[in-house]
T-cell receptor
Framework: DQQVKQNSPSLSVQEGRISILNCDYT??????FLWYKKYPAEGPTFLIS?????DKNEDGRFTVFLNKSAKHLSLHIVPSQPGDSAVYFC???????????FGAGTTVTVRA | DTGVSQNPRHKITKRGQNVTFRCDPI?????LYWYRQTLGQGPEFLTY????????KSRLLSDRFSAERPKGSFSTLEIQRTEQGDSAMYLC??????????????FGPGTRLTVT
């Protein structure tokens, strides 16, 4: 049972424009959410997180939005850069737990 | 800070053989996790250690799998009598003891296992 879903397997965006990645979850116990970025032949790299007490968290070019009622979160990257081309994973866990549940990932390609 | 390291990076083995992977976490991290990732999927949780204590094992971890973390430092993941379905990327992650539970986990580069 896939509790975290990333329904778009791929996204292509022009350099300088905004990338929007979406993630839906089904487990109402999830209240801590993270985004990871993964390059080929490397492990996932932590990008940004948000807890359920917030609806937005920003770190430089990366902003995560959380809509608890819709069980939906999104990652905005602006402006997109060629180095942002990678696979992005959404992950979630309950606050009293430690294991992360991951989505299947979205492959982002930033075109010059 | 040298990050999380994993060895070997690649392992090819024949079905029925045993394999062992090693993970060295970030030195001050007391929590260590193992995940498995197959093609087109995100990482799936396998097991978790706090110091040397293994606190949870996923149902994905059959009795052919065993993990240890002696002295709360490095960890090993052993797979006995490998099957072709064990072919995957095995990822190790660690997190800080000073962080909240949960806290961001830092991943190693993974060990890619191919069972022929």
């Amino acid at each position: 049972d896939q509790q975290v879903k990333q329904n778009s397997p791929s996204l292509s965006v022009q350099e300088g424009r905004i990338s929007i990645l979406n993630c839906d979850y089904t487990n109402s116990m999830f209240d801590y959410f993270l985004w990871y970025k993964k390059y080929p032949a490397e492990g996932p790299t932590f990008l940004i997180s948000i807890s359920s007490i917030k609806d937005k968290n920003e770190d430089g070019r990366f902003t995560v939005f959380l809509n608890k009622s819709a069980k939906h979160l999104s990652l905005h990257i602006v402006p997109s850069q060629p180095g942002d081309s990678a696979v992005y994973f959404c992950a979630a866990s309950p606050s009293n737990d430690y294991k992360l549940s991951f989505g299947a990932g979205t492959t982002v390609t930033v075109r010059a | 800070d040298t990050g999380v390291s994993q060895n070997p990076r690649h392992k090819i083995t024949k079905r029925g053989q045993n394999v062992t992977f090693r993970c060295d976490p970030i030195s001050e991290h007391n929590r260590l996790y193992w995940y498995r990732q197959t093609l087109g999927q995100g990482p799936e949780f396998l097991t978790y250690f706090q110091n040397e204590a293994q606190l949870e094992k996923s149902r994905l971890l059959s009795d052919r799998f065993s993990a240890e973390r002696p002295k709360g430092s490095f960890s090993t993941l052993e797979i006995q009598r490998t099957e072709q379905g064990d072919s995957a990327m095995y990822l190790c992650a660690s997190s800080s003891k000073t962080g909240p539970v949960p806290s961001e986990q830092y991943f190693g580069p993974g060990t890619r296992l191919t069972v022929t």
